[in-house]
């Protein structure tokens, strides 16, 4: 399993754009209805400060997600946007839960 952490801060007025482009990418994956992949982002106090928390079966299941168009129109705005605080982005490891992953 691969779980992934982005934590960025974007403008204030960029980050209305943001959460459109994430919608996207959370549409695009429910239709998708991959079984390795979850999700999942939210929104700091902040209203700018964006935490993405996803979970992959495998590398592979991750490569999915960075190859969907939506992903790319995503990840090339943002870039584009003139970020507050740059992504930071932590791979974790899994201790407990009370959820089952992929299996």
């Known amino acids: 399993m691969k779980i992934v ?11 209305p754009i943001n959460q459109k482009n994430i919608a996207g990418i959370v549409k695009e ?6 079984p390795g992949i979850k999700d999942n982002t939210y929104l700091l106090p902040d209203g ?3 935490m ?6 495998n ?5 999915i997600l960075t190859s969907l168009e939506s992903f790319k ?7 584009a946007s003139d ?7 932590d791979l974790l490891s ?10």
């Open 73 to 79: 129109k995503f990840d090339a705005e943002l870039w």
């Open 29 to 34: 994956l429910k239709e998708l209805n991959h």
């Open 59 to 63: 590398e592979e299941a991750h490569e």
């Open 52 to 57: 993405h928390f996803d979970q992959f079966e």
């Open 48 to 50: 700018k400060t964006f």
């Open 83 to 89: 970020l507050e605080v740059e992504p930071q982005l």
């Open 5 to 15: 952490r982005v934590i960025y801060t974007t403008t204030a007025e960029f980050a």
């Open 94 to 103: 899994l201790v407990a839960s009370t959820e089952t992953f992929f299996g």
